[in-house]
């Protein structure tokens, strides 16, 4: 260092040099993941707006998610996972939660509320079509979000829809692929279509642009989505819901998006296994010409001295059948072809490629897969929470974003034409509050679950409605069933008593007050009575 610098460094100053050297260094100590470099030159350094992307990616990653639907077993079994614990054989179990001013429940309110929901749940009520009843739309649900990204459900209230219909209320399906993706459009007032969905100047939904098809249309025309004639369905008569990672996005787009690849590898990798086993089963092989001398082979010979065994294209060969043995021609030898396969890599090979497209999807890689060669009850346990978030994730995503506002529309157009007599709409906004429970499962071990959940109380972490309401259970319900058993008991003489049993090698838990020494499984209803 020259004494000028040193000097300027006493002073808190730089040389030009000293600055260039240093801005050097700051920029070569900078984010090295943003720098562009030969190893890295496809991977972009501008970010994309999500629309954009949104917009000349979203029709072809529905068309390879529904492929896999039908096609593929993984995202099959993704899927019956899915409506087997995120919806469960009662689907969404619907508590209205009407109260008074004082924070008391209104059962009568309740009672009726929750009997004619069950009511409209019927097919007959539920969908314009009266095929499929509430339980099944949520089945069709999870297809659906899974596949496309985004539930859109139209709402009818008036017209032949709902003609028949007490509560003047049905819904129907709308299929993401009838929007009409290519239009565009600005408005004077600020409004603008994207990709044939309509938002206001704050990204408000105002509606969607959907091609109009019938069913023949659909079965003759096929994939054709263009020609048909547009028309605009209004937020009025839609609930349209997805689960958004970018808060400027307008559309769904499906879950598998960061899977599809690594699942489709894998697809093939199974597909071209199989057919290398099939010929590795096989042991084909080749005649090679030892002499260039000698007569031209024209192929094997049947019993009547015919020549026969020849391709489509001229080609001659011989037929090899298992525990055969056939003479050669003269001058030809024989080499054989042995692929070699399966490989003994081929397992862990499929392993890792399933662990990462799976654990993609937020789910545990071995309960989709149904591989539990190397897995332990640790690892079980592990894998079996990981659904069980995933569950819960999905489960309030259904809630928050389709079933809170069906149930408020339905509400609406119920009180209006009085279905829920002797109920008042002027009270709707008591009547909105409201909960959805959503399919719980009991933990591997319930008896230790249940033990957790008496330590926790006995702690204060935790209330007797929590574990009634973590279990799939609500308070006010569990207080009605006890009263009903009560009656059954004293009109029967009869009661229902089960032994409390520990698990091998654990303590039993120790009742603490009088009501918790009877059995658990019968709610204490003795003492109860006593």
Known sequence: ????????????????????REVKRSVDRAFKA?????????????????SLDTRFDLIGLRARGYDMRINNPIVSSIIYDK?????????????PMAQFGDGTQDDVANRILKGKFDEWSHRNYC?????????????????QMFIDGEIILRKYYSGEAVKDNPFGFTVDFVDPNDIDHLYNAQYPNGSQTVMGVQ??????????????????????????????????????ELIFAFDPMHYKQI????????????????????????????SSAAKTGFLQKSETTIEQYTGSMDTDNQT???????????????????????????????????HEQHDKFVRSIGRMAISALGRDYTSVMGDRENESYSSGKT??????????????????????????????????????????????????????????????DMLKEMQAFKLAESMGYISKKQIITQSGGRLEDQFRDRQEYLKLVKKYKFELELPVVSPAGSAAVEPDDVTDKTPATNLSLIAMEK
Do not use: C
């Open 127 to 143: 969908m314009v079509n009266k095929r499929y009843s509430f339980l099944m739309l949520q089945y069709l649900l999870v297809d």
């Open 199 to 236: 938002v206001d100047k704050l990204r408000r939904l105002e509606g969607i642009w959907v091609r109009q098809k019938s069913i023949f249309d659909e079965a003759t025309i096929g994939i054709y989505n263009y020609g048909f004639p547009r028309y605009f369905l209004s937020v009025d």
């Open 308 to 342: 026969e065994m020849i391709d489509d294209l001229g080609g001659k060969y011989m037929d090899f059948a298992p525990g055969t043995v056939e003479e050669l021609p003269s001058g030809y030898t024989f080499q054989g072809y042995d692929p070699k396969f399966p």
């Open 383 to 444: 894998g079996e929470l990981k659904n069980l978030n995933a569950d819960a994730y999905e489960q309030s995503i259904i809630r928050e974003q389709i079933l809170i506002p069906l149930y408020e529309s339905w509400l609406k157009y119920a009180l209006l034409n009085g279905a829920l007599e002797p109920l008042n709409k002027a009270l709707e906004f008591k009547y909105r509050q409201h909960d959805w429970q959503g399919n719980r499962r009991p933990w591997l």
């Open 34 to 50: 943003a720098k562009a470099s030969i190893k890295q030159q496809d991977w972009p350094i501008r970010r994309n707006e999500i």
């Open 1 to 20: 260092m020259s004494v000028k610098e040193k000097i300027l460094n006493r002073l808190g100053l730089l040389t030009k040099k000293s600055h260039s």
């Open 83 to 95: 409506k087997y614990n995120v919806i469960g054989s009662r689907g969404f179990d619907f508590q």
């Open 251 to 278: 559309h769904g787009i499906t879950p598998l998006a960061n899977s599809m690849l690594s699942i489709k590898d894998l697809d093939m990798w199974v597909d071209y296994s199989l057919q290398n086993a099939k």
